[in-house]
C-alpha cells in the first residue's frame, strides 16, 4: 500500500499491558511491582493527579489482570474502530481481565472469565 493511502495511528492501548509485562517483567527487566508504578503512579506523579494509589479515601479504580494469562491478539474482534495493528495474531503474555471504576465493574474479560 502506497504511504499516502495508508490509514493513520495503530490500535495501542488493547495490547499495551501484555507487550510490556512480556517484554519487561516476563524478560525479567522489571519487576511486577516496577511495571505497575509505571502505569498507575508514574504517570499520576507527572500529571500532578491524585491517583494512581489504592490508599484510604482514593477513588477505586482499579485493573484486575493476569500477568501469565496466554492470548492471541486479533485486531478484528478488538474494541478499537482501526484495524492497525503490528501485532495482530501475535501470542501475548499478560491480560486485564476487568476494571473497576469508582467501586464499580466497568468491563470485564467475557472471553476468558466465567461467573465473575
Same mark, same amino acid.
Given at each position: 500500500?502506497? /504511504?499516502?493511502?495508508?490509514?493513520?495511528? @495503530?490500535? #495501542?492501548?488493547?495490547?499495551?499491558?501484555?507487550?510490556?509485562?512480556?517484554? =519487561?517483567? $516476563? !524478560?525479567?527487566?522489571?519487576?511486577?511491582?516496577?511495571? @505497575?508504578?509505571? /502505569?498507575?503512579?508514574?504517570?499520576?506523579?507527572? =500529571? $500532578?493527579? *491524585?491517583?494512581?494509589?489504592?490508599? &484510604?479515601?482514593?477513588? *477505586?479504580?482499579?485493573?484486575? /489482570?493476569?500477568?501469565? $494469562?496466554?492470548?492471541? /491478539?486479533?485486531?478484528?474482534? #478488538?474494541?478499537? +474502530?482501526?484495524? !492497525?495493528?503490528?501485532? !495482530? !495474531?501475535?501470542?501475548?503474555?499478560?491480560?486485564?481481565?476487568?476494571? @473497576?471504576?469508582? #467501586? +464499580?465493574?466497568?468491563?470485564?474479560?467475557?472471553?476468558?472469565? &466465567?461467573? &465473575?
Amino acid at each position: 500500500m502506497e /504511504f499516502d493511502y495508508a490509514p493513520f495511528g @495503530i490500535t #495501542g492501548l488493547e495490547t499495551e499491558l501484555a507487550l510490556s509485562l512480556m517484554q =519487561l517483567y $516476563h !524478560n525479567k527487566r522489571l519487576s511486577l511491582l516496577e511495571v @505497575i508504578a509505571k /502505569f498507575t503512579v508514574a504517570p499520576a506523579r507527572l =500529571l $500532578h493527579l *491524585a491517583k494512581g494509589t489504592l490508599g &484510604v479515601g482514593a477513588e *477505586a479504580d482499579v485493573t484486575v /489482570f493476569d500477568p501469565d $494469562h496466554e492470548w492471541v /491478539f486479533d485486531k478484528t474482534s #478488538g474494541a478499537s +474502530k482501526s484495524l !492497525n495493528s503490528p501485532f !495482530n !495474531n501475535w501470542r501475548l503474555k499478560g491480560k486485564p481481565m476487568m476494571t @473497576i471504576v469508582g #467501586g +464499580k465493574k466497568a468491563w470485564v474479560e467475557q472471553s476468558d472469565l &466465567v461467573g &465473575v
